[in-house]
């Protein structure tokens, strides 16, 4: 309780502090990026409907937005910071500069789970061949890339246009990677088109979504059955909240306003819940470790701050049985 | 079970894959039928591309597209050397019958181990070269002297000396015998080059050959040795200094065979003798360069004269034990039985090659890599041969960067990126820099002729001498398999 309290506090502590021309520019100080641990994989949020009641909240009208049972994912606030610094994607010392060191890290867990689940040669240069691999919230496309390279058909979705217009122009470049397919949309909207993939990926997104179930349904019905669907995010754990808490006072440089909504992170715990409701069975997780001396990251069974999971689409009569087992238990999400 | 429905999935890809290996096979440009010429199949722009372009086949050169081509993981690149040098174009061994080259190394134990891993040093077992077991250095001073062994390490030599052109051919035949590696030597140079930019958003560098034909490579490889054009045109700049010192180096004969590796240091810098197999050994001798001018354009009864005063008779006498080393025993605690007896080297018979001279210097590269180049070899640091090292080194940076890139490759990384570039230049930093120190170091403090100098690092010898983990660090160290000598 009291924890909350500081939290609260923090919130309108860090807004006061903000300034708006920090809108227009961003980025005044060039050296906040070795600083800050990892603030483009923070979400950030306005306004909560509790602290500012005139403001319409757009979190919840996005949500209720349903399509075929599909409950739209957008969060139109995190949507439109992603735009703000959509030109950076690619800038290995930009806001996205944690991504592009984390990735070896998190593509070397990509390649070693899929590689098992698809029996495929680990040390082969392009081990996906031919695997139909979607990336869900693409970005400027910085897993895409590899993903391609090492082989998979791959189609990277975002809800920002901008992005995905980034995404295609630097994936062009390279003709290793200039076959792989961008849209922009969602992922409900593909599950409208009723599209399959052999696995679904989805890094560092999940905390930025409306609502975490909905989103995991999304991307559970789009893989095939014994499919791959492997997730990325930040724990809500003290340590995660003292990290967010460092990089938001480095982030009260550069971004326009908010700060985190740590109460939305969501745990290991219930990650593999909510992904058991959309038939997918947690198989494997790790933890992502930052060494700040080195600046890089590594694998580790410390799931407490970054973690990745992966999982299993089970097979339509397995899900039915899960299903069911999982619908008795007690209701985690609040 | 689960897994089954799967399976199918591998028999049916898509047709965009087959129409994207098709797209790769027709732009390839390294096909076995085109051999050696560098201007076979062409895309559809008319323009060669490949993913790396290694720019100079010296030793470091070949042994990078050796290892390239030997790792499961980055044998699919598209690698092309680029040298004109005649000596590329050579099939099967030298002719034994030649007399040794002058120019020769010391590869170390770690060398060798990358020689193995890339099936290149059976070839150099097949020609001449000469393991060592033994080395003994010492000061003209008389002072002091250490004497190194190979069972002191435990093993069961210290080094192996191999001609240059051995090491090349060595290397040329192991990657001669890659099979379905796409490799290319262009028998041409490297004149100018364009990096990619912003502007066109490519990921190629363009290379413009001496022959008039251009070349797009992700990533340039500059193995170009000390004078390196890619160095220069990637506007790398270095750092270092001319030594007042030449090294004279030739081949000499003795009447039998020469089994330990001998260095004396004389008042104007050290000689070095080194066994290189049959009845012959390598001199290489740092002096003045007015008496390299000299001994250059000597006599060769009065050269050998010369050398055989500067290796046994000339300057002072033999060192013996002496109230230093009873004062160092009684510091150390340690034993005379430890300590091996000095001996007189092999005398030369005669001068067998020319006699080649080679100001000396040091230059270190302050990047080795930026965005779309790594530098390798002797492109990214010279040193004096005094210890024996530069190749090695060399050849260190070719197994980290094979390494990086291999790495690179299994997370689906773009080789080119400069993350993954400046990981290799993390690790070679860190690896050559303290060499270069210590070689640094040992120039100043052997090039100077001064008496409370002379003391201290006759000390040094018979600290190394006496006390045996710093000894043993120290061997480790110059063969190559120890990061650092004396912290550990
Ligand atoms: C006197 C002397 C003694 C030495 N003794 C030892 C020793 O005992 N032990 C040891 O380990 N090291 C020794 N060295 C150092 C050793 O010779 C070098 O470290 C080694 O040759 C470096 O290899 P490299 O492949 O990097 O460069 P190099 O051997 O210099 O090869 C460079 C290659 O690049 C090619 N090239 C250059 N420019 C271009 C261009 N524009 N386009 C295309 N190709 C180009 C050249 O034709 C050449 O083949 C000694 C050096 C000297 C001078
Ligand atoms: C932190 S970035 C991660 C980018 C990428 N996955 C990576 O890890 O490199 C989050 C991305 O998710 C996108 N995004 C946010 N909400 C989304 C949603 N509901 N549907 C699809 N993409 C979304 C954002 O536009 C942004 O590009």
């Known amino acids: 309780m009291a924890m909350r309290s500081f939290l609260r506090s923090r919130r309108s502590l860090s807004r006061s502090l903000l300034q708006p021309d920090l809108l227009r520019n961003p980025n005044p100080n060039p050296n906040y990026v070795s600083r800050s641990l990892i603030p483009a994989l923070l979400p950030l949020r306005s306004y909560s409907p509790a602290s500012d009641p005139t403001t319409k909240n757009p979190i919840r009208d996005a949500a209720t937005d349903e399509i075929n049972g599909f409950k739209s994912s957008l969060n139109p606030i995190e949507v439109a910071k992603f735009a703000a610094i959509a030109e950076t994607w690619w800038d290995p010392e930009g806001p996205f500069k944690p991504l592009h060191l984390m990735n070896p890290t998190r593509v070397s867990f990509i390649r070693s789970t899929l590689c098992r689940h698809f029996r495929r040669d680990p040390y082969s240069p392009r081990p996906f061949e031919g695997l139909k691999i979607l990336d869900v919230g693409c970005g400027g496309g910085i897993l895409s890339e590899p993903l391609a390279r090492l082989g998979a058909v791959v189609t990277g979705i975002d809800a920002v246009e901008k992005n995905i217009n980034i995404a295609r122009i630097h994936a062009a470049s390279d003709p290793s990677t200039s076959s792989i397919d961008y849209t922009c949309m969602t992922a409900e909207d593909l599950v409208r088109e009723n599209q399959k993939f052999d696995a679904v990926i989805s890094l560092e997104v999940i905390e930025h979504v409306a609502e975490p179930l909905d989103f995991c349904k999304s991307l559970g019905a789009l893989a095939v059955p014994g499919g791959a669907v492997v997730i990325s995010t930040i724990n809500r754990t003290m340590r995660a909240y003292a990290t967010t808490i460092v990089a938001a006072e480095y982030i009260l440089n550069w971004l326009p306003k908010g700060t985190h909504e740590w109460s939305k992170f969501v745990t290991p715990e219930e990650l593999t819940l909510i992904l058991q409701r959309a038939s997918v069975s947690v198989q494997e997780m790790a933890g992502f470790v930052y060494n700040p001396l080195t600046g890089n990251w590594s694998l580790s069974d410390d799931i407490s701050v970054n973690y990745i999971a992966f999982g299993i689409k089970e097979s339509s009569s397995d899900s039915e049985k899960t299903r069911t087992v999982a619908e008795q238990k007690t209701d985690f999400v609040s | ?488």
């Open chain 2, 1 to 488: 079970m689960r897994y089954a429905t799967l399976m199918w999935r591998r028999s049916g890809l898509p047709e965009l894959f087959f129409a994207q290996q098709r797209a790769l096979h027709s732009s390839r440009i390294l096909s076995s039928e085109e051999g050696l010429k560098c201007d076979g199949a062409k895309i559809e722009k008319n323009q060669e591309e490949c993913d790396v372009a290694i720019v100079g086949g010296g030793m470091v050169g070949l042994a990078l597209a050796s290892s390239l081509s030997s790792m499961p993981l980055t044998k699919h690149l598209r690698v092309a050397v680029i040298d004109d040098s005649p000596f590329l174009a050579s099939k099967g061994y030298l002719k034994r019958d030649q007399m040794p080259d002058s120019r020769v190394s010391t590869v170390t134990p770690a060398t060798i181990n990358l020689f193995k891993e890339i099936g290149a040093w059976e070839h150099v077992l097949h020609q001449r070269h000469a393991f060592f077991d033994q080395m003994q250095v010492w000061d003209y001073t008389g002072l002091g002297y250490t004497r190194y062994n190979a069972r002191d390490v435990g093993r069961e030599y210290l080094g192996c000396v191999v001609e240059n052109k051995v090491l090349c051919n060595s290397l040329l035949l192991s990657l001669q015998k890659k099979e379905g590696f796409e490799n290319k030597i262009c028998p041409t140079r490297l004149a100018s080059m364009t990096l990619p930019s912003e502007v066109n958003h490519s990921k190629f560098a363009k290379l413009n050959l001496t022959d008039g034909g251009t070349l797009h490579a992700k990533l340039v490889v500059g193995a170009d040795g000390s004078k390196s054009r890619v160095r220069e045109a990637a506007g790398i700049k270095t750092t270092g200094w001319n030594y007042p010192q030449s090294a004279i180096i030739c081949t000499v004969e003795h009447s039998s065979q020469n089994h330990c590796a001998w260095q004396r240091f004389l008042p104007a810098g050290p000689i070095a003798l080194l066994p290189i197999g049959d009845n012959y050994s390598n001199i290489v001798w740092t002096m003045s360069p007015d008496q390299a001018t000299q001994h250059k354009s000597m006599d060769k009864d009065k050269f050998v004269n010369s050398v055989n005063h500067a290796l046994n008779n000339g300057y002072g006498p033999h060192p013996e034990s002496s109230s230093l080393s009873n004062l160092l025993d009684s510091i150390t605690g340690t034993a005379m039985s430890t300590k091996e007896k000095f001996e007189v080297p092999p005398r030369v018979l005669g001068v067998v090659s020319n006699i080649m001279a080679f100001p000396l210097g040091l230059k270190h590269a302050n990047n080795y890599a930026v965005k779309n180049i790594v530098l390798v070899g002797d492109a990214a640091h010279t040193v004096h041969p005094l210890a024996g090292q530069g190749v090695n080194l060399g050849f260190g940076d070719v197994s980290d960067l094979a390494r990086v890139l291999a790495e690179g490759v299994s997370v689906g990384a773009d080789i080119s990126q400069l993350t993954l570039l400046k990981k290799y230049e993390r690790q070679r930093k860190t690896a050559n820099i303290p060499m270069m120190a210590v070689l640094d170091g040992f120039q100043r403090v052997y090039s100077v002729d001064f008496w409370p100098l002379n003391i201290l690092r006759a000390t040094g010898f018979h600290a190394a001498q006496y006390i045996p983990p710093l000894k043993k660090n120290i061997i480790s160290y110059a063969m190559g398999d120890q990061k650092f000598p004396l912290f550990s």
